[in-house]
């Protein structure tokens, strides 16, 4: 067999119906996708384990495709090999005539990689430039965790190698010794606008790529014997913990076979008519020079993946907080009668540990502030204990990575940084990743360090995920704002729990008991803390003590007011419409945020409900800057129970 010559053939088959489906569709990347044809023949039809009737199959090599605009080219391979997709819920084989849907409404082919719509080869989504490789280091962490040697191979471009997410992730790769991931860095020397700039040529990148401690390999990327080499090698190399991490600098031409569409101009710009006949004959031109030595019985062989050893049963009850305290010989701190969320959740992720092998903690350098570092000293828990260092926007990506591979991945750091990451978490969100996020020292009351350090923005953004519906049907995130540790601690057991993505924000002020472990907390639910009937106030996290006071202090004056701490978005809205019609249709929000969050969500309802109601919003109105104590923030910011007495004296005309 000229394996060479039967690699052309493939690749001139891909390359030429790359252009075929774009053509069709409209639009698409099709001279990107041409300059990966013999790295993804390469791959997809020798090199890589595993199998196209099981493209998920657990124990699959996988390769993660960065530069989500050249997709076409593995769409086509995956149609040559016959490749099952999730075609409306049934699963069947991919054809060649499917290529003609691309990016239509109803195909599985969207015009990026994305799991979720029917093309489970991929594991997440991408396309968003500069996550792919994150999300191959977290697929690369699971597979050691689980005694897997998958390999993982991730197609980065040039231009997006400028991107400071694939710093945070070349280092992470090094920091962690994952020389089970393959970098390769795509250079046609062509981004959308033009050359790339010289710092991403090929010779730069390798240079870089030296400097992180790679061994770096450059080659022709259209030279099949190359390619495979360089394979070859890294699969070789790619169980060995103490060796360097490999990378692959693969120089390519964008538009490879065609030399009319070469050069910039036609990114994104598919050709049609005289200019689509020209390529193919191009390539067909290209074909007649290369595979000169085919013979009709040439053939690939894909290995298969290995056997999946099934996992031992989960096994263990959720303590109670309690319980759990009581074990890790903290009992006396449930004494003193407060607690900060954030100790609370560091407590239930080392439980949640414990009880399941599937949970990963992921932290960026703060873990004695989130309290993370409870779980990274357990013994028995620290191998699964992810050290991200300052790169949140990796973390988020390579926990996209690990819930592809089938754990859950908690990321934690302060909430005010989770902001960095908020492009990698939609497309986590995106990809159906069962990830979940806590955000600590969030909202005001954390005073002294400034509004560099504070999420104020936070909840109107992940608010607006529940708003809409994920793949499954379900909120596409939900946010949790606990007001004390009972809470906190029993809302990261209900996040482990669901399958789907969760933002929970934690404190770092102390906060008093206000519940104890017989409450059940569920996600959309709320809790009534006081009855009465003369309005409602609408809590969540610190504001929910805030509200306590105000309670207290409207009682002195007469006025019977109910506190609702709402600590989901979304709530069930039906239940809340009928506690706030229950108090006259009067309702204060109060909330330690920016605006767009818990009074804005309760204002949805109210339109939605189509009832008379009267709301007032209270939250932060102005830029905060630091202050000595949780209390003289409140003040600043005007969120005091005093200023909610205000508010609801004026709303209720009460002189």
């Given at each position: 067999?000229?394996?060479?010559?039967?690699?052309?053939?493939?690749?001139?088959?891909?390359?030429?119906?790359?252009?075929?489906?774009?053509?069709?569709?409209?639009?698409?990347?099709?001279?990107?996708?041409?300059?990966?044809?013999?790295?993804?023949?390469?791959?997809?039809?020798?090199?890589?384990?595993?199998?196209?009737?099981?493209?998920?199959?657990?124990?699959?090599?996988?390769?993660?495709?960065?530069?989500?605009?050249?997709?076409?080219?593995?769409?086509?391979?995956?149609?040559?090999?016959?490749?099952?997709?999730?075609?409306?819920?049934?699963?069947?084989?991919?054809?060649?005539?499917?290529?003609?849907?691309?990016?239509?409404?109803?195909?599985?082919?969207?015009?990026?990689?994305?799991?979720?719509?029917?093309?489970?080869?991929?594991?997440?989504?991408?396309?968003?430039?500069?996550?792919?490789?994150?999300?191959?280091?977290?697929?690369?962490?699971?597979?050691?965790?689980?005694?897997?040697?998958?390999?993982?191979?991730?197609?980065?471009?040039?231009?997006?190698?400028?991107?400071?997410?694939?710093?945070?992730?070349?280092?992470?790769?090094?920091?962690?010794?994952?020389?089970?991931?393959?970098?390769?860095?795509?250079?046609?020397?062509?981004?959308?606008?033009?050359?790339?700039s010289g710092q991403q040529s090929a010779e730069r990148i390798g240079a870089k790529l030296a400097a992180y401690g790679y061994e770096v390999k450059t080659i022709d990327g259209h030279d099949p014997k190359q390619i495979k080499a360089a394979f070859d090698a890294f699969a070789a190399r790619s169980s060995e913990r103490d060796a360097k991490p490999m990378a692959l600098v693969a120089k390519t031409v964008k538009g490879w076979g065609a030399p009319s569409l070469h050069g910039s101009g036609w990114h994104g710009k598919p050709p049609t008519g005289?200019?689509?006949?020209?390529?193919?004959?191009?390539?067909?031109?290209?074909?007649?020079?290369?595979?000169?030595?085919?013979?009709?019985?040439?053939?690939?062989?894909?290995?298969?993946?290995?056997?999946?050893?099934?996992?031992?049963?989960?096994?263990?009850?959720?303590?109670?907080?309690?319980?759990?305290?009581?074990?890790?010989?903290?009992?006396?701190?449930?004494?003193?009668?407060?607690?900060?969320?954030?100790?609370?959740?560091?407590?239930?992720?080392?439980?949640?540990?414990?009880?399941?092998?599937r949970v990963v903690a992921l932290d960026a350098d703060v873990s004695n502030s989130t309290h993370a570092d409870m779980f990274a000293k357990d013994p028995a828990l620290a191998e699964r204990f992810i050290e991200c260092k300052i790169g949140e926007q990796n973390m988020f990506s390579v926990a996209a990575g690990?819930?592809?591979?089938?754990?859950?991945?908690?990321?934690?750091?302060?909430?005010?940084?989770?902001?960095?990451?908020?492009?990698?978490?939609?497309?986590?969100?995106?990809?159906?990743?069962?990830?979940?996020?806590?955000?600590?020292?969030?909202?005001?009351?954390?005073?002294?360090?400034?509004?560099?350090?504070?999420?104020?923005?936070?909840?109107?953004?992940?608010?607006?995920?529940?708003?809409?519906?994920?793949?499954?049907?379900?909120?596409?995130?939900?946010?949790?704002?606990?007001?004390?540790?009972?809470?906190?601690?029993?809302?990261?057991?209900?996040?482990?729990?669901?399958?789907?993505?969760?933002?929970?924000?934690?404190?770092?002020?102390?906060?008093?008991?206000?519940?104890?472990?017989?409450?059940?907390?569920?996600?959309?639910?709320?809790?009534?803390?006081?009855?009465?009937?003369?309005?409602?106030?609408?809590?969540?996290?610190?504001?929910?003590?805030?509200?306590?006071?105000?309670?207290?202090?409207?009682?002195?004056?007469?006025?019977?007011?109910?506190?609702?701490?709402?600590?989901?978005?979304?709530?069930?809205?039906?239940?809340?419409?009928?506690?706030?019609?229950?108090?006259?249709?009067?309702?204060?929000?109060?909330?330690?945020?920016?605006?767009?969050?818990?009074?804005?969500?309760?204002?949805?309802?109210?339109?939605?409900?189509?009832?008379?109601?009267?709301?007032?919003?209270?939250?932060?109105?102005?830029?905060?800057?630091?202050?000595?104590?949780?209390?003289?923030?409140?003040?600043?910011?005007?969120?005091?129970?005093?200023?909610?007495?205000?508010?609801?004296?004026?709303?209720?005309?009460?002189?």
């Open positions: 067999m000229s394996y060479e010559a039967a690699v052309h053939a493939q690749a001139i088959e891909l390359d030429r119906l790359s252009l075929e489906m774009a053509a069709a569709a409209g639009s698409g990347h099709p001279t990107t996708a041409m300059s990966l044809g013999h790295l993804v023949t390469v791959l997809m039809f020798s090199s890589m384990r595993w199998s196209p009737d099981y493209p998920d199959y657990p124990t699959s090599d996988r390769l993660v495709l960065s530069e989500g605009h050249g997709v076409p080219i593995v769409y086509a391979a995956a149609a040559k090999l016959g490749t099952v997709v999730i075609d409306r819920g049934e699963r069947r084989k991919l054809t060649l005539d499917d290529l003609k849907t691309l990016r239509e409404k109803h195909s599985v082919l969207d015009g990026h990689p994305n799991p979720m719509e029917g093309f489970p080869f991929f594991d997440a989504a991408t396309g968003s430039l500069g996550q792919g490789l994150s999300v191959a280091a977290g697929v690369a962490e699971a597979s050691r965790l689980d005694g897997m040697d998958r390999r993982v191979y991730c197609i980065i471009g040039d231009g997006e190698s400028r991107e400071g997410q694939i710093a945070e992730a070349l280092d992470h790769v090094v920091d962690r010794k994952l020389t089970n991931v393959l970098p390769i860095f795509n250079c046609n020397e062509y981004g959308q606008a033009d050359r790339v005289e200019g689509l006949q020209r390529a193919y004959a191009e390539l067909d031109e290209r074909r007649v020079e290369l595979t000169s030595t085919l013979v009709s019985s040439d053939q690939f062989m894909i290995q298969p993946p290995a056997e999946l050893v099934p996992p031992e049963d989960e096994g263990g009850e959720v303590p109670t907080l309690a319980e759990a305290m009581k074990s890790f010989d903290m009992e006396s701190a449930l004494h003193t009668g407060k607690m900060a969320t954030r100790k609370a959740y560091g407590i239930a992720l080392r439980v949640l540990g414990q009880v399941s092998r690990l819930s592809a591979a089938g754990k859950i991945p908690f990321c934690s750091t302060f909430a005010k940084f989770v902001t960095r990451g908020y492009d990698q978490i939609e497309m986590a969100i995106n990809s159906g990743a069962n990830i979940k996020i806590v955000g600590s020292h969030a909202g005001i009351t954390l005073a002294s360090d400034g509004p560099s350090q504070m999420a104020l923005p936070d909840v109107a953004w992940f608010r607006s995920f529940s708003t809409v519906r994920d793949h499954r049907g379900n909120p596409a995130c939900y946010v949790l704002q606990p007001a004390d540790a009972y809470a906190a601690y029993a809302l990261a057991g209900v996040m482990a729990e669901y399958e789907g993505a969760c933002y929970m924000r934690t404190l770092r002020a102390e906060t008093e008991f206000i519940y104890s472990d017989d409450v059940v907390f569920n996600l959309g639910g709320f809790e009534v803390l006081t009855e009465g009937r003369d309005l409602v106030l609408a809590a969540s996290g610190y504001m929910v003590h805030e509200g306590n006071k105000a309670v207290e202090l409207l009682d002195k004056a007469g006025i019977s007011a109910t506190l609702v701490d709402l600590y989901s978005l979304p709530f069930d809205e039906e239940k809340l419409l009928d506690v706030i019609g229950a108090n006259n249709g009067y309702v204060i929000s109060l909330e330690d945020n920016y605006g767009g969050g818990v009074g804005s969500a309760i204002a949805d309802a109210m339109v939605r409900s189509g009832d008379a109601f009267t709301l007032e919003q209270m939250h932060v109105t102005r830029i905060p800057k630091s202050a000595k104590t949780p209390e003289e923030m409140l003040q600043m910011c005007g969120l005091t129970a005093e200023d909610v007495v205000k508010r609801a004296m004026k709303l209720l005309q009460v002189v």
